[in-house]
């Protein structure tokens, strides 16, 4: 296993464990406010903390980290539920209209802004997480159909595929039983891309308002709310920043460790 596979795999492990803790357990409810305590460092009573309400920045991070997650876990899994079938389509009628269909469309998404669009949408429909785990699974659609795409059209030339259309398998079968067993790699790798991308995304939109709503914590929130108390309480700001940089560092690792154990090239190179 490569170092960034274990470094990658216990930083994410250790965020998703704070996620599912927090269903459980957390120091104090995230939503008690203590105003005579407000604002207090990092000590032995709240390990990281207050904010500018009293409540402990832990317990606050804990369940941000759920929200964060659940927003990304969702999105990607819109993603790729409908990229996927998108990308082995097009593969399939490789220089038909419907190839030229589906990667046009792609290309007009990429065309735009990922995260002003998201803005937009957001905006056009409310606030709030829903809206948010739309706005993030649409621009991950195009991303994993193109991926599917671009790892099918070399299986599809392969010799056992030819075989399987002698034997009477449609287009459909063959994808689904011959295809993206092949491509499962590149999807599980470019997966985790997209999930670190989707919290950095949904830190974003509640940065700005757009994603979930008061009295659910999200670390995008928690960073609007320190902005303008950074020169008296550093540790509102540094403290969910750290918790996005090392959630998304985790997951970067992880995917590159993921990259180089799955993949077949690699792995022959190793040997």
């Known amino acids: 296993m490569s170092r960034n596979l274990i470094i990658g795999g216990l930083l994410t492990a250790l965020v998703v464990l704070a996620a599912l803790l927090s269903f459980v357990w957390t120091p104090y409810a995230h939503t008690a406010m203590d105003i005579p305590n407000k ?3 990092p000590n032995g009573t709240h390990w990281l903390g207050t904010d500018h309400f009293g409540r402990d920045i832990l317990s606050l991070i804990m369940v941000g980290a759920r929200t964060s997650i659940a927003v990304a ?10 990229g996927v079938p998108l990308g082995l389509w097009a593969a399939a009628r490789n220089g038909g209209w419907i190839d030229e269909l589906i990667m046009r469309g792609n290309d007009l998404v990429f065309a735009f802004p990922s995260l002003v669009i998201a803005i937009l949408i957001t905006a056009i429909f409310g606030a709030g997480a829903i809206n948010a785990i739309i706005a993030i699974g ?21 010799e056992f595929i030819m075989a399987a259309r002698v034997s009477g398998k449609g287009d459909a079968r063959i994808a689904f039983e011959h295809v993206l067993g092949n491509v499962a790699n590149l999807l599980i790798v470019q997966a985790t891309i997209q999930f670190s991308l989707g919290i950095l995304a949904e830190a974003a939109l509640s940065y700005v308002g757009l994603g979930a709503q008061p009295p659910t914590p999200s670390w995008g929130r928690m960073l609007a709310d320190a902005q303008t108390l950074v020169s008296i309480a550093p540790h509102m700001a540094l403290i969910p920043g750290c918790a996005i940089i090392i959630t998304v560092l985790g997951l ?9 154990r799955l993949d077949p090239k690699l792995r022959v190179s190793r040997v």
Do not use: S
């Not at 876990?73 to 409908?82: C, D, E, K, P, S």
């Not at 649409?138 to 392969?158: H, K, M, S, Y």
């Open 138 to 158: 649409i621009f991950n659609i195009p991303v994993f159909a193109r991926v599917t795409r671009g790892g099918a059209l070399p299986i599809l030339a392969r």
């Open 252 to 260: 970067n690792l992880l995917g590159d460790g993921l990259r180089d």
């Open 39 to 41: 604002l207090q460092p």
């Open 73 to 82: 876990f969702v999105a990607v899994g819109v993603g790729m539920l409908i």
